[in-house]
């Protein structure tokens, strides 16, 4: 039996860069569990089990558009040091989270740069301008 809209799936799967570097996993102790269209992960990730079956074992390539979107350098901020004194053990790749956006949702900035008057910070998402390569089976 083929996997459709609205059908609850489990999957294994690990994510890779063009690189090869695993970004996340998710193993058989503790699969994923996907309704098809619930739109819970990326579309494209949940289109790409529709017609599938239990036990297969498939690559789904995802491009930037259809991830997390290219980078936008308008989202990288340097910004004066003393307006983070109130935070303590600044470092770089510490994810500081500020004020809501329209969605009423957070936003989520990661620290990139360190300088003595200056911090830099980058709200793109981690993943964002990347090809992401996925290992998926059907469990």
Known sequence: MSFKQGDTIRVTYTGTLEDGTIFDTCSIDNPLE?????????????????????GDT?????????????RDEDLVHVLNKELFNDI?????????????NDDD??????????TEHDITIDENHPLAGKVLYFEVSIV
């Open 105 to 114: 949702e957070p936003i989520e900035a990661i620290i990139t740069d360190i």
């Open 58 to 70: 498939f690559t789904i390539t995802i491009k930037p558009q259809d991830g997390y979107g290219e």
């Open 88 to 100: 303590e053990h600044l470092r770089v790749g510490m994810i500081l989270t500020q004020e809501v």
């Open 34 to 54: 996907v309704v098809i269209g619930s739109q819970e992960c990326l579309p494209i990730f949940e289109e790409a089990l529709i017609g599938k079956n239990h």
